[in-house]
């Protein structure tokens, strides 16, 4: 299993990985936000997943793995090849922990590209959370499952995407991908969630 530290500095992250032989490498990479209700106040730490906070009508770490597409599904949706997708725990420096999917890019990694996480809310359905959102720079996607929503982050977009049961969010650092790509990843998603 990998294990994650996770430090912010001026918007680039410091990762420890620890690997199970017990090695330590140091990686440094943009963090992936995921992105937070604009009715609460932002979370002190901005690493996904967080369940306390903005997030706290979230819960997290509801599927053991959160990479529901493929590095082929995946290099489709960014347009570049990346490497395969890893679950990852991610030890935060208040003492909380979480877990997400990364993906970074084939060719110049480490750089990530990608994040997954998927939710289930405390209240009502994901597509109830998806449409009380309203955070700036917010679109509707129709024609993908229950809801779904693309969120600027400022450092890419986020997807968040209503299952019956599920949300799921997938981030992508740096260019938006074109809609016809967004759709064709929700769908590939949605059909790897537990039912």
Same mark, same amino acid.
């Given at each position: 299993?990998q294990?994650?530290t996770?430090?912010? #500095? /001026?918007?680039l992250l410091?990762?420890?990985? &620890? #690997?199970?032989?017990?090695?330590?490498?140091?990686?440094?990479g943009?963090g992936i936000? +995921?992105? +937070?209700?604009?009715?609460t106040?932002p979370? &002190?730490?901005?690493?996904?997943? +967080?369940?306390?906070?903005?997030? &706290?009508?979230l819960?997290?770490?509801?599927i053991? =793995?959160e990479?529901?597409? =493929?590095?082929g599904?995946?290099?489709?949706l960014?347009?570049e090849?990346? #490497?395969?997708?890893?679950?990852?725990?991610?030890? $935060?420096?208040d003492?909380?922990?979480?877990s997400?999917?990364?993906?970074?890019a084939?060719? $110049? /990694?480490p750089?990530?590209? +990608?994040?997954?996480?998927?939710?289930?809310?405390?209240?009502g359905?994901?597509?109830d959370?998806i449409?009380?959102?309203?955070?700036g720079?917010?679109?509707?996607?129709?024609?993908i499952?229950?809801?779904?929503a693309l969120?600027?982050?400022g450092?890419?977009?986020?997807?968040? #995407?209503?299952?019956?049961?599920?949300l799921?969010t997938?981030?992508v650092?740096g260019d938006?991908?074109?809609?016809?790509?967004? $759709?064709?990843a929700a769908?590939?998603?949605?059909? $790897?969630?537990p039912?």
């Amino acid at each position: 299993m990998q294990r994650v530290t996770v430090a912010g #500095l /001026s918007g680039l992250l410091a990762l420890t990985i &620890s #690997l199970a032989a017990g090695c330590t490498q140091v990686v440094t990479g943009v963090g992936i936000p +995921v992105p +937070v209700p604009a009715t609460t106040t932002p979370a &002190s730490s901005p690493d996904p997943p +967080v369940v306390s906070g903005p997030r &706290s009508a979230l819960n997290g770490d509801v599927i053991a =793995d959160e990479c529901l597409l =493929d590095a082929g599904q995946l290099g489709e949706l960014v347009g570049e090849p990346v #490497l395969v997708p890893t679950q990852t725990t991610v030890d $935060r420096g208040d003492g909380s922990s979480g877990s997400a999917c990364y993906v970074d890019a084939a060719t $110049r /990694s480490p750089a990530p590209v +990608v994040a997954i996480n998927v939710y289930t809310p405390q209240k009502g359905t994901p597509a109830d959370f998806i449409r009380t959102q309203t955070a700036g720079g917010r679109r509707e996607l129709d024609g993908i499952g229950e809801a779904a929503a693309l969120v600027d982050i400022g450092a890419g977009t986020t997807l968040q #995407l209503a299952g019956t049961r599920y949300l799921v969010t997938i981030t992508v650092l740096g260019d938006e991908p074109p809609d016809d790509a967004w $759709r064709t990843a929700a769908t590939a998603a949605l059909a $790897r969630l537990p039912a």
